[in-house]
């Protein structure tokens, strides 16, 4: 089948493909180079507030499991990107859709842990967690922080905060 030439251009600049018979089809939702293993779920994250653009921002995904909120071991993965200062954007991906909590930090040193310091071991490096819960006297709880990621492709923005 021979199509003209102007819808020929115009699938191309649409990002759109032509199916055999002539029918322009949108092609299937690709995910962005996201951070973390590979599915067919991720969120795009702007992690707001970031001092400086030295070390890692490095992000920590739970499950929704109060047993392994904040536990050593306990989330499906750690993944960092390079931080950016004022804000710093990327996107993660989740195993399939459900509830989630997402912790992050500013590893200024781009040392892997986060560093903490005085009596009550404080984080000294900004950290931030999904839904901004309120945090006084200790890391908040996992209900506080769980995000629905219900589709490929949601956004969310986390408030770093240093203590």
């Known amino acids: 089948m021979m199509l003209p030439k102007w819808r020929t251009a115009l699938a191309s600049m649409l990002g759109l493909m032509i199916a055999p018979q002539g029918v322009l089809v949108a092609?299937?939702?690709?995910?962005p180079a996201c951070i973390g293993p590979a599915s067919?779920?991720?969120i795009n994250i702007t992690v707001d507030r970031v001092r400086n653009s030295r070390g890692l921002i490095?992000?920590?995904?739970?499950p929704n499991d109060p047993k392994r909120f904040l536990v050593k071991n306990g989330s499906f993965y750690v993944?960092?990107?390079p931080a950016t200062v004022g804000q710093t954007r990327f996107c993660l991906f989740v195993p399939h859709p459900g509830?989630?909590?997402i912790a992050i930090y500013h590893d200024e040193d781009s040392s892997?842990?986060?560093n903490r310091g005085g009596l009550f071991g404080i984080p000294t490096e900004a950290v931030g967690f999904?839904?901004?819960?309120?945090?006084?006297?200790?890391?908040?709880?996992?209900r506080s922080t769980l995000v629905k990621i219900e589709r490929p492709n949601q956004s969310i923005t986390i408030n770093l905060r240093k203590f």
């Open 130 to 142: 999904s839904n901004n819960p309120t945090i006084f006297l200790g890391p908040p709880s996992l």
């Open 58 to 62: 490095t992000a920590t995904l739970y």
């Open 79 to 81: 993944a960092s990107t």
């Open 99 to 101: 509830n989630y909590a």
């Open 40 to 42: 067919e779920t991720w």
């Open 112 to 114: 892997g842990t986060i």
């Open 27 to 31: 092609p299937a939702l690709a995910a």
